[in-house]
């Protein structure tokens, strides 16, 4: 007599139900520890914001930053310059003596992308078309980028920043279940934090609640007002001194003398170098610091500060102070962004949809299992029991790569259950047909698994090349789904094919000895001459 065996099969199917038990526990359980399936926006509830960049902004914003290093190189070679202004496209000087237009000209050939027109001695650069369109491009990429890294500082799991069309930018934010987190998620968004070092126009401050922009303009000026009281303003130069471009790194602080929450930041070396000149240059001066175009302090300059490292005090909370810093170290956006559309999703609503997804999903497991079970007799019990690993081995899957769970990530594993049973359907009625022609149930087994399995991989394989496609060209929960179902087929190749294979192996000398087929495939193989099962 033949003796059961443990084949690799087995083996691999035990491995695969060990491994998918162990980590996809936490994620039924909602353990502390181990890693868990994220439920994505529409099951738990959240916030869906689109949002418009501001590109001309971008294009304003590069060309102050060229005007500013082009006026700190300026002066650190003692070219003398004259009537700078600075316009919303363009900036335009004048330099005071024609033997240094040489020079200067080499210092604008250093800037890519310039388009320079001259007339004498008076200079107007602007951008070029294509560095307009490269600097447009990469103010949205960085805009995508940026509120990416703030909204993961920010501590909230599993948010979404896509890009959407030719400028718009989707942000998915699972978690955001209160009035005071969602005010707080929008302004960490949509904070430029631009943050600016302007030398203070002393001569003029005195005017600084008399002048008017244009005046200010004027005399290389602009008014800004503070941080705090609108009411006190500041003529500060239009050049700025440096900007947030070269910024490292900002961390929370406390004032010593009252105990405030501040900023602390830190400059690049060419950041650093810019501000120990200007500071040694102008001790005795004030200097603004500027962030989002608003004036947090005006400190005067005692000495040459080196080091490259400066602090913003403003009478900030614990927390304002936190996401300032966050905004700060996450850099700033090239351009602003505007609030095109947002919808709150409750959490009710997103409670509502798991109940009905998880009603879905183990009605159709139910109705599976016993339709298997009525059907097939044991064979339908060990496909059964393959299905069940499969859906452990897709969470546990899911969970270790941190993937989000969707709505439609859930019909994916509703769709999976299918697939998976209907791989073993096709493989039962296999051996149902050897078995009607008097084939022995070994002979049955083997032969239905080789005849149904170019059926199985057709079908898995069309399947798996539709949810890469998806996978490639879809956004958010259709990528859920498309991730769900493709893990999903490898499952089912591995459970559903593989390990109920090696379930019939150890069975398989109990079955012949039993001869019972309505027992083990749920099918009664008639009599027939010369029958061998």
């Given at each position: 007599m033949k003796k059961s065996k443990i084949t690799y099969r087995l083996v691999v199917f035990i491995l695969t139900f060990v491994f998918a038990l162990a980590f996809s526990m936490p994620s039924f359980l909602q353990t502390e520890g181990g890693k868990k399936i994220s439920l994505g926006l529409d099951l738990q509830g959240g916030l869906h914001l689109l949002?418009?960049?501001?590109?001309?902004?971008?294009?304003?914003?590069?060309?102050?930053?060229?005007?500013?290093?082009?006026?700190?190189?300026?002066n650190k070679d003692d070219l003398l310059l004259e009537k700078?202004?600075?316009k919303p496209e363009f900036f335009k000087f004048t330099i005071l003596d024609p033997d240094e237009m040489n020079k200067f000209d080499s210092i604008l050939k250093k800037i890519e992308g310039l388009k320079i027109d001259k007339v004498e001695l008076t200079y107007q650069v602007s951008l070029t078309d294509?560095?307009?369109?490269?600097?447009?491009e990469h103010a949205i990429e960085q805009a995508v980028k940026t509120i990416r890294n703030r909204l993961d500082q920010f501590g909230?799991?599993?948010?979404?920043?896509?890009?959407?069309?030719?400028?718009?930018?989707?942000?998915?934010?699972?978690?955001?279940?209160?009035?005071?987190?969602?005010?707080?998620?929008?302004?960490l968004i949509s904070k430029?934090?631009?943050?600016?070092?302007?030398?203070?126009d002393d001569k003029r401050q005195d005017q600084a609640n008399t002048l008017s922009n244009e005046v200010a303009a004027a005399y290389g000026d602009i008014i800004l007002k503070d941080a705090k009281n609108e009411n006190i303003k500041y003529v500060v130069k239009q050049i700025p001194v440096?900007?947030?471009?070269m910024l490292v790194d900002a961390k929370v602080a406390f004032d010593q003398n009252t105990n405030q929450p501040i900023i602390n930041f830190t400059l690049n070396s060419q950041g650093a170098a810019i501000f120990g000149d200007f500071t040694g240059e102008n001790v005795g001066k004030r200097l603004a610091i500027v962030l989002d175009n608003k004036v947090y302090s005006a400190p005067r300059i005692n000495e040459r500060i080196g080091g490259g490292s400066g602090q913003i005090s403003g009478g900030f909370t614990l927390e304002e102070a936190a996401d300032v810093a966050i905004a700060l170290r996450s850099g700033a956006l090239l351009a602003p962004v505007k609030l095109l559309e947002k919808r709150s999703i409750g959490p009710s609503l997103g409670k509502e949809s798991i109940e009905k997804s998880t009603i879905a999903l183990v009605g159709a497991f139910v109705l599976i299992f016993l339709f298997m079970v009525f059907y097939y007799g044991i064979a339908g019990i060990i496909a059964d029991v393959a299905l069940v690993v499969n859906i452990l081995f897709l969470v546990s899957i899911m969970s270790l790569f941190g993937a989000t769970l969707t709505l439609p990530g859930m019909a994916g594993i509703v769709l999976t259950v299918g697939m998976a049973v209907d791989a073993n359907v096709i493989i039962n009625e296999r051996i149902r047909e050897i078995l009607r022609t008097g084939g022995s149930i070994r002979s049955a087994i083997e032969k239905g698994y080789a005849n149904a399995m170019s059926a199985i991989i057709d079908a898995n394989l069309t399947t798996l090349i539709t949810s890469a496609a998806l996978y490639a060209y879809g956004t958010g929960p259709i990528?859920?789904?498309?991730?769900?179902?493709?893990?999903?087929?490898?499952?089912s190749m591995i459970t559903a094919i593989l390990g109920t294979h090696g379930i019939f192996d150890l069975f398989i000398d109990k079955m012949e000895k039993s001869k019972n087929t309505k027992l083990w495939f749920g099918y009664k193989v008639r009599k027939a001459k010369n029958a061998n099962i």
């Open positions: 949002l418009g960049v501001e590109t001309d902004k971008a294009i304003e914003s590069k060309i102050k930053s060229i005007a500013s290093s082009i006026s700190y190189s300026a700078f202004e600075i294509a560095e307009k369109v490269a600097t447009i909230l799991s599993e948010p979404s920043v896509t890009r959407q069309g030719e400028g718009d930018i989707l942000v998915e934010i699972p978690g955001v279940k209160t009035g005071d987190d969602e005010k707080r998620a929008l302004d430029s934090a631009h943050l600016q070092l302007m030398a203070l440096l900007d947030g471009e990528k859920g789904f498309a991730v769900t179902m493709s893990i999903g087929i490898v499952a």
